[in-house]
């Protein structure tokens, strides 16, 4: 089997970790595996030169777009697809400004995170998309760049949406509408 280089697998939830990298090892990579932001700036300071990288979005209450510039410092050649369970526009936008080349949402299997490491996800520019998003939807990109601007904070997010703080983490608590 072909070997695609070092991939670094960073997330927080053990089990999804452990077959996620065996699925990928399958696929010709090199895993290594890190559940926390401590232990995989350990690993990077240690010498470890990442080819690509599967960071999750949120490990251990720690944003992962905060292991972006330390991945690319490595190795600045590095291919990156964030993860996440809670998917928004602004958190994607945030992730590929810093240097991501995907963005998928859990639940994710290994070919579609394979796929949007290994080939080229340029967007097509001759189609305009045909639905919009739906107001719940919007509401909740609104919320995420809010909570975002205010550094995760609910209490200044809350005040900032005026909002009630009970009601503004029952919305936080559901899952993001669909588009």
């Not at 609104?142 to 005026?162: C, D, F, M, P, Y």
Request: overall charge negative; proline content about 3%; charged content about 25%.
């Amino acid at each position: 089997m072909e070997n695609l280089g070092n991939l670094l697998l960073v997330d927080d939830d053990a089990v999804l970790a452990r077959v996620l990298a065996r699925a990928l090892a399958a696929r010709g990579f090199a895993v290594q595996t890190a559940d926390s932001v401590a232990a995989c700036e350990a690993m990077l300071g240690g010498g470890y030169v990442p080819d690509f990288a599967v960071l999750d979005l949120n490990i251990a209450g720690q944003s992962g777009l905060k292991l972006i510039e330390q991945v690319l410092g490595a190795n600045v050649q590095c291919d990156i697809v964030i993860l996440t369970g809670y998917a928004s526009i602004t958190t994607a936008v945030d992730a590929i400004k810093l240097g991501a080349r995907q963005y998928l949402a859990k639940p994710v299997d290994a070919d579609t995170v394979a796929k949007a490491l290994l080939e080229d996800q340029s967007p097509d520019l001759e189609t305009a998309p045909e639905e919009t998003y739906s107001v719940s939807r919007l509401e909740w990109e609104h919320i995420q760049r809010v909570l975002l601007e205010n550094g995760s904070n609910i209490s200044a997010t809350a005040r900032a949406l005026k909002m009630h703080r009970r009601t503004l983490q029952r919305k936080l608590a559901k899952r993001p509408a669909r588009e």
